[in-house]
């Protein structure tokens, strides 16, 4: 199994930018796969997921009305998007992964220790 994502920069508040998982190696129907940061001096943070057995998707309340989670399964990539950024939303980005076993929602989606598989990361940066 192997994450690899993209997409990460320097920024400034109130822009906008997509990061890029691009997964292999797992049958994206029978996974979660989720987005998770951590920011300098803070715990890892789940944001974002999506159940590949319904294609739901799960957002943070940190983040909901800004970012979003979709994906793309010709391209076996999963994307946020991330809005009116802030420098509050500076951190690693990872993607993970991990067998569904149901609807994207708080319960599965917000813990790191659910999921089995984990990207790099890449990192944003926001400025002031």
């Known amino acids: 199994v192997q994450l690899v994502e993209s997409g990460g920069g320097l920024v400034q508040a109130g822009e906008s930018l997509r990061l890029s998982c691009a997964f292999s190696?797992?049958?994206?129907?029978?996974?979660?796969i989720g987005w998770f940061r951590q920011g300098p001096g803070k715990e890892r943070e789940g944001i974002a997921c999506?159940?590949?057995?319904?294609?739901?998707?799960y957002t943070a309340d940190s983040v909901k009305g800004r970012f979003s989670i979709s994906f793309d399964n010709d391209k076996n990539t999963v994307y946020l998007q991330m809005n009116s950024l802030t420098p509050a939303d500076t951190a690693a980005y990872y993607c993970?992964?991990?067998?569904?076993?149901?609807?994207?929602?708080?319960?599965?989606?917000?813990?790191?220790?659910?999921?089995?598989?984990w990207g790099r990361g890449t990192q944003l940066t926001v400025s002031s």
């Open positions: 999506i159940s590949g057995v319904d294609n739901t998707t």
């Open positions: 190696g797992i049958i994206f129907d029978r996974y979660y």
């Open positions: 993970a992964a991990t067998v569904a076993i149901s609807s994207a929602d708080a319960k599965y989606c917000s813990r790191g220790s659910h999921f089995h598989y």
